[in-house]
């Protein structure tokens, strides 16, 4: 059974940081590319960051120059490192994998950023 648990987030001031930290159980992690996503209410989950098994990492380009995307491949984890938050990046985060046609969620996380 694949599980991605979820850690981090909160609420911050505008300039802040806060990280994310997503554990993947069920999957041979080292293979899979992660992501992380994003949803405002009323919006469609929007992609924020993938990095793949090499290490390879992109980034919507709302999130770049501030946000870090990284993995550990021994802890079976992946990270989101966010500086210089605004609070357009408020929303709830998901972490997410895919494989053979099927996708997973983490719980999701809720980061509030305030003016």
């Known amino acids: 059974q694949v599980r991605l648990v979820q850690s981090g987030g909160g609420s911050v001031q505008a300039g802040g940081s806060l990280s994310l930290s997503c554990a993947a159980s069920?999957?041979?992690?080292?293979?899979?590319?992660m992501a992380w996503y994003r949803q405002d209410p009323g919006k469609q989950r929007e992609l924020v960051a993938t990095i793949n098994s090499g290490g390879s990492s992109n980034y919507t380009d709302s999130v770049k120059d501030r946000f870090t995307i990284s993995r550990n491949n021994p802890w079976n984890t992946v990270y989101l490192r966010m500086n210089n938050l605004k609070p357009d990046d408020t929303g709830i985060y998901y972490c997410n994998t895919r494989a053979r046609g099927r996708e997973w969620w983490g719980q999701g996380t809720q980061v509030t950023v305030s003016s």
């Open positions: 069920g999957i041979n992690f080292k293979l899979y590319t």
